[in-house]
Every structure is written in C-alpha cells, then in structure tokens.
C-alpha cells in the first residue's frame, strides 16, 4: 500500500489514485526516466534523468560534478515524476478531450552510495534492466570510472499514482451528435536493434527481447 501524506494525497480526479505498489513499481520499470526538482539560486529547476528501481529503492547516477547530483546528494527534499502516455481520448465536446496516462510521484530525499563495488552491482543491475545478459558480455566499470561516478538513491517511502483509463466522458446531451468518439491509443515501441558502423563482422546480434514483452518491434 502506498503511502498517504499531506503531500501524496490525490485531490484533483481523486478517483483516478492508485494504491498498491505495483502499479508504482510498474510506472518507474517502464518509464526509467524522472524528472526531479531542485531548488538552487537561479530558482526552481527541474531536470530530467534517468532512474531505475531496485526493490523499495530507486537511483540516479552522473558525473560528480552534476549540479542536480551536487545538490541532491546532502539530503534536498526534492520530488520526482514518472509519466507514460496512453493515448488521446477524443470526445464529441472539444471540453471533454482528454488523454489515458499512467503517472508517479515521488517525495523524498536522496543518499549517497559510498562503496565502489555496491555502485558496481547497482549499474550492472540497470544495464540487466534495459539489456539483460549485457554485462557477461561487456568491459564492467574499472575503480577509476566508479570513483568518478556519483550514485544516489532513496526510498520509496513516500509516493502518489494516478492512472487514466476510463475512456469518453461525454455530457448525456452530447452522445447523440453525429461524431466519432473513442480512443486514439499511444504506444511505445522498442527495437529493432540497430548495429554500429564500426562492428567488426561475425559478432551475434543479442537478444533483449525479454525485457520488453510487450513493446519489442521486429
């Protein structure tokens, strides 16, 4: 069950909330970008980066001297979204349009990770994520590459999700005009690989079909 604070409580379509964690978890494995808020002396900025999830944790990475990573890595309240569209819902009204989308916010403050090998393992476990089998294959990270990477994470301890999928919400008036209606849907598609030119001949192609079942485009 998702937590329920003054700063997660849905107010607007409350009806759209979701409780459990595994619509959160779901949201954050798909998407694998949020957009995080900082607050520094320019004003309030809001960066986009990728993040992944590890049990009831998520992490960002970057290069050490990252103003978002600088910033957060002392302990900020910030706050991170997670968005995946849909698709259009196409009403008879011009007020009733709307779109499906699945949503996450998150409320927080992030860690520094500290040891070179558990950074070590928590990239791998990305790469697996979007790539599974990669890092039995690949050059893994040497210390002088984790040493100048920054690893942060933080809890999923205090998040909101809303999801929209109840289709044209038409006034009763409306839905004998003459006008189509329904649902234009929007899908994210994943592959086919495409090889760098330089690729000596006779490498395998991989496989990463298993990562993305239900999205994976021959």
């Given at each position: 069950?998702?937590?329920n604070t003054s700063r997660t409580e849905v107010k607007k379509a409350a009806h759209k909330a979701v409780l459990d964690m595994e619509h959160l978890h779901a949201i954050i494995d798909e998407s694998l970008i949020a957009h995080i808020a900082i607050i520094n002396e320019s004003g309030p900025i809001v960066i986009p980066m990728l993040a992944?999830?590890?049990?009831?944790?998520i992490y960002i990475h970057g290069?050490?001297?990252?103003?978002?990573?600088?910033s957060l890595k002392?302990?900020?309240?910030?706050?991170?979204?997670?968005?995946?569209?849909?698709?259009?819902?196409?009403?008879r009204s011009?007020?009733?349009h709307s779109a499906h989308y699945r949503s996450a916010v998150v409320f927080g403050q992030f860690e520094k990770v500290e040891d070179n090998h558990e950074k070590n393992r928590l990239l791998n476990h990305f790469i697996e994520q979007i790539a599974p089998g990669r890092t039995l294959e690949i050059r893994l990270s040497n210390e002088r590459e984790l040493a100048a990477t920054m690893l942060l994470r933080m809890?999923?301890?205090?998040?909101?999700?809303?999801?929209?999928n109840f289709g044209v919400n038409d006034d009763a008036e409306d839905v004998d005009k003459p006008i189509w209606a329904g649902v234009l849907p929007?899908?994210?598609v994943v592959g086919p690989l495409q090889a760098c030119e330089d690729l000596y001949d006779g490498i395998e192609q991989p496989d990463y079909r298993s990562a993305y079942p239900n999205r994976w485009q021959e």
């Open positions: 069950m998702l937590s992944w999830r590890v049990k009831e944790h290069a050490n001297n990252s103003r978002l990573l600088r002392d302990g900020m309240q910030t706050c991170l979204t997670f968005t995946l569209f849909d698709g259009w819902v196409l009403a011009a007020f009733h809890p999923l301890t205090e998040a909101s999700v809303k999801i929209s929007y899908r994210t």
